[in-house]
């Protein structure tokens, strides 16, 4: 699987849009970009996946730049809720997901 | 309600005993996997199956034993050769396990020795 690369941590004023940017730059062209989420001492949970077009969902949006080699989540509206560890992985066919340690998002009031 | 459920919540052993953890899942997945994480890291994969009665070791197997006797469950065993089992542990299940199919997670067990 393609090594994916993520800022440790960012801060998000709640009610504006939180954008996680994560690198994959050795992606290679069967391998989709998958997001989760974990909030403390949960499961992760699923957020959004795509392969070349941009996707959103009821959760979340995501950018996959033209060449793939990087994405950007958007959480339209964040909320206190939204506050967790946010993992970007890159899986290929063998279904693999091999978690980095992520970008912890905090959202503030 | 479909999903997968973890028993228990937590977990005490004491050293060198065996503990079986429970993982059980309604959503007529074919992949079943056993995640590991420690503090402050992600997860480790610790074994994975594709079908029924059948199951492959992940990266970190070592002290560790499955069985996948039922489609719906997939029990993980941490044994006494587990030299730091104290951890949360995820399962997760999909659709197939091969080609990209989303994986669920359970709640997890957080396992401490005691």
């Known amino acids: 699987d393609a090594k994916t690369t993520q800022p440790p941590s960012m801060d998000c004023a709640e009610g504006r849009a939180a954008n996680l940017p994560c690198n994959h730059s050795?992606?290679?062209?069967?391998?989709?970009v998958y997001w989760y989420r974990q909030i403390h001492s949960q499961g992760p949970q699923y957020i959004i996946h795509g392969l070349k077009n941009n996707e959103t969902n009821e959760m979340a949006s995501l950018i996959i730049t033209e060449d793939r080699k990087s994405s950007t989540l958007i959480l339209p509206h964040a909320t206190l809720r939204d506050t967790a560890v946010y993992y970007c992985?890159?899986?290929?066919?063998?279904?693999?997901?091999?978690f980095g340690g992520g970008t912890r998002l905090m959202v503030k009031p | 309600d479909g999903g997968i459920t973890q028993s228990p919540k937590y977990l005490f052993r004491k050293e060198g005993q065996n503990v079986t953890l429970s993982c059980e899942q309604n959503?007529?997945?074919?992949?079943m996997y056993w995640y590991r994480q420690d503090p402050g890291q992600g997860l480790r994969l610790i074994y994975y199956?594709?079908?029924?009665?059948?199951?492959q070791k992940g990266d970190i197997a070592e002290g560790y034993s499955v069985s996948r006797e039922k489609k719906e469950s997939f029990p993980l065993t941490v044994t006494s050769a587990q030299k730091n089992p104290t951890a949360f542990y995820l399962c997760?299940?999909?659709?197939?396990?091969?080609?990209?199919?989303?994986?669920?997670f359970g709640p997890g067990t957080r396992l401490l020795v005691l």
């Open positions: 992985i890159a899986v290929n066919a063998g279904n693999m997901l091999t």
């Open positions: 199956s594709q079908i029924v009665n059948d199951f």
């Open positions: 959503l007529n997945h074919d992949a």
């Open positions: 997760a299940s999909a659709l197939a396990g091969v080609y990209q199919e989303t994986q669920y």
């Open positions: 050795t992606i290679s062209g069967n391998e989709y």
